[in-house]
């Protein structure tokens, strides 16, 4: 059984190990330690008290912006994503925002349309917004 609660300061490291391994650009770990200090707020999921996923985003009311989403390689297409994806639009919802952004590789195929099934809309383009290959990013957003 997978269970998702909030990610604490003290989640950072196997979190940051996910990142590594999923992630073609990951955040250096500095990163990780000052989102969460300027309040940026996450979810993780959790099996057998092993850390198969999370997700990282900065609420700005009435928004909120999706930073970081990762699962481990062998626990995707197993429904992680879209469990820590709703966990977080509901936690949005109760706080009463109004929209969510986020920014994905052009590329990315696969989560584009993960992020399609949920509502978002492809907005516009983030012309070189990757810096580790000046790759263009879509901006998607989704009224809650």
Known sequence: MYKISLMGFSDLEEAYKIELDVNPSPWKYETFLSS???????????K?????????????SPEAHILSISVRNEMQ????????????????KVMN??????????????????YEKFGFSKDAIRNNYYTDNSEDALLMSLSI
Request: aromatic share 10%; proline share 2%.
């Open 36 to 46: 969460f200090e300027v309040g940026h707020k996450g979810l993780i999921c959790k």
């Open 48 to 60: 057998d008290n092993l850390m198969i996923g999370f997700i990282i985003f900065s609420p700005i």
């Open 77 to 92: 297409s197993k429904g992680i994503g879209t469990l820590l994806l709703k966990s977080m639009l509901d936690q949005c």
């Open 97 to 114: 925002y109004k929209k969510i952004f986020l920014e994905v590789r052009v590329s990315n195929e696969k989560a584009i349309n993960f």
